[in-house]
């Protein structure tokens, strides 16, 4: 408004002045006059124009402004936010690691117990197997022992029934002989009798070995 009377005064001068100095000019003043004042106005409409895009302007900027503050307000907030739940996170995380580590500490720790027990007992196996063994074989030994035994056993029981049935066929007629000072042949046929039982008993003698069964 200050600029439209601005405008206004000058022309208002101009058109008092070119009537003060008469109307010798007539109609084609008038005509510049009216063609001065369209012109003026016009400028004075773009200058409203312009005028009011400006303040329209100002006025969308001020709004963006305020919006922009508003929103650099509320990222500020929600940066905070994040922040602090990135620490959070951070903490947590760290917490979740250190309880990480520590069973797997605790883990490798117990597995190595078990893999010292699992030695111990492998070792303890290894050797009650090696026990085992000798002593089924000392069993076997046993049972054959048991077995040559048993052969001899019989061996003797029947050197045992000749020799009892020589005795009990010999009769008064051939003791008589083998005391006679000149019997020799009879003589010498008890012996060799004698000699052989001897010889068989002590073939069918069974020696037991030394070594016996540990428990």
């Known amino acids: 408004m200050k600029r439209r009377a601005i405008y206004q005064c000058p022309a208002a001068l101009l058109v008092l002045g070119l009537l003060l100095s008469g109307g010798a000019h007539g109609e084609g003043l008038e005509e510049r006059l009216r063609a001065q004042l369209r012109s003026t106005t016009a400028q004075l409409q773009t200058l409203q124009s312009e005028q009011a895009q400006a303040s329209a302007a100002r006025q969308a900027a001020e709004t963006q402004a305020k919006e922009a503050q508003a929103q650099i307000k509320q990222l500020t907030a929600q940066l905070s936010k994040a922040q602090a739940l990135n620490e959070q ?127």
């Open 89 to 215: 996170l951070a903490g947590h995380q760290q917490n979740l690691q250190s309880q990480a580590q520590a069973q797997v500490a605790a883990s490798n720790e117990q597995m190595g117990k078990f893999k010292k027990a699992y030695d111990e007992l492998l070792v303890l196996a290894r050797g009650k197997e090696a026990e085992r063994a000798r002593l089924e074989a000392q069993l076997t030994e046993r049972d054959t022992q048991v077995q040559q035994c048993s052969v001899k056993n019989q061996q003797m029981y029947e050197v045992a029934k000749t020799l009892l049935h020589a005795y009990e066929t010999i009769d008064v007629t051939d003791i008589v002989k083998i005391r006679q000072p000149f019997a020799a042949k009879a003589r010498v046929r008890f012996e060799e009798l004698a000699q052989g039982f001897g010889d068989d008993l002590y073939k069918n003698r069974f020696d037991a070995p030394q070594a016996s069964i540990t428990h």
